[in-house]
């Protein structure tokens, strides 16, 4: 069956239409956290930081980053708010995927180069754990909310 639009010979009802959004899933192994500080490696594919901040004591050249994307990044408010404590990290989570639903353009485009190979997502937070990248991965890879113990 042809996929597409119809050429001038072929009725309209004998194709079918291109997905307005593409939900096909991601594979977790394309989407990889790292930590700026932690050398780059050739296996890291497109290397994007998703922080709002640069990374302090990181040059441009340590780095190797492909893009640096920081509207995708918590807004300056929720932020300073989160202050990366553990204890309001179920709040935080909430509250950036709100804000992230305010860049589905940037999201479907994530998705898209998830797709085609690998990226990582470099941020500079020292909890590998309680950080923006870690909800931005979940949204990616279209992981529904979960409950974290913060204990």
Request: hydrophobic residues 35%.
């Amino acid at each position: 069956m042809r996929l597409g639009p119809p050429t001038a010979a072929e009725p309209s009802a004998s194709y079918r239409r291109w997905p307005e959004v593409d939900n096909r899933p991601v594979a977790a192994s394309n989407v990889v956290l790292k930590r700026a500080y932690e050398p780059p490696e050739s296996t890291d594919g497109t290397r994007i930081l998703v922080d709002r901040l640069w990374p302090r004591g990181v040059s441009k050249a340590e780095a190797r980053l492909d893009e640096w994307i920081k509207e995708i990044a918590p807004s300056a408010e929720l932020r300073t708010w989160f202050g990366h404590d553990p204890r309001r990290w179920d709040e935080f989570r909430q509250r950036y995927r709100a804000e992230l639903a305010q860049h589905s353009e940037m999201l479907k485009d994530l998705r898209r180069r998830a797709r085609e190979g690998r990226i990582t997502l470099v941020y500079s937070a020292r909890d590998e754990v309680h950080n923006d990248a870690v909800v931005l991965r979940d949204v990616l890879l279209g992981r529904a909310e979960r409950k974290w113990s913060t204990s």
